[in-house]
T-cell receptor, first 115, second 114 residues
């Protein structure tokens, strides 16, 4: 089955700096890579996703890049703000065959943005 | 408001006492799933359901049961809870099977088994 590794486990930055979280996956059949943000006391919320036919996607201050050859993808947050502080999860999925859309998550990254 | 509602939010129980965590979604989603979240392990899938009366095991199904008698409800049942099932549980739903449609998560149920 799919295995997703996420690094770092914790990340501390100053407000205004950039933050980068990296993930690798094992199954070359995976074709969908979402990122979720989990605020304290809440469930994960989808913030951005990328599909295997795209190398990069941006949405305001966040961007995701995908390298299918190396089987890794990254989340980039620019101009970080204190409200970006949360736990971030990457995930991978292969939809097709008998997989029935099983989303496999990374271990999570605790991002702290200091004012 | 489109949402996934879990109950209860917090639960403390004793070993062996059967319990049910309810999950309901109001988005007419076909796909529903249960995850548990543990420190350093991320979110691991327990069970999922592609549609009414169709359920299957995820990565960590031991000690859990589910049912999908109605499209909107997907309860998680612990027949005989044990301390190693102490965890934070999330229910999620998606428009259809295949998370390409994006998951909507509930707010979580923190379960403690003593």
């Amino acid at each position: 089955g799919e295995n997703v590794e996420q690094h770092p486990s914790t990340l501390s930055v100053q407000e205004g700096d950039s933050a980068v979280i990296k993930c690798t996956y094992s199954d070359s059949a995976s074709n969908y890579f979402p990122w979720y943000k989990q605020e304290l006391g809440k469930g994960p919320q989808l913030i951005i996703d990328i599909r295997s036919n795209v190398g990069e996607k941006k949405d305001q201050r966040i961007a995701v890049t995908l390298n299918k050859t190396a089987k890794h993808f990254s989340l980039h947050i620019t101009e970080t703000q204190p409200e970006d502080s949360a736990v971030y999860f990457c995930a991978a999925d292969y939809a097709g065959g008998t997989s029935y859309g099983k989303l496999t998550f990374g271990q999570g990254t605790i991002l702290t943005v200091h004012p | 408001e489109a949402q996934v509602t879990q109950n209860p939010r917090y639960l403390i129980t004793v070993t062996g006492k059967k319990l049910t965590v309810t999950c309901s979604q109001n988005m007419n989603h076909e796909y529903m799933s249960w995850y548990r979240q543990d420190p350093g392990l991320g979110l691991r899938q327990i069970y999922y359901s592609m549609n009414v009366e169709v359920t299957d095991k995820g990565d960590v199904p031991e000690g859990y049961k589910v049912s999908r008698k109605e499209k909107r409800n997907f309860p998680l049942i612990l027949e005989s809870p044990s301390p190693n099932q102490t965890s934070l549980y999330f229910c999620a739903s998606s428009l259809s099977w295949g998370s390409n449609y994006g998951y909507t998560f509930g707010s979580g149920t923190r379960l403690t088994v003593v």
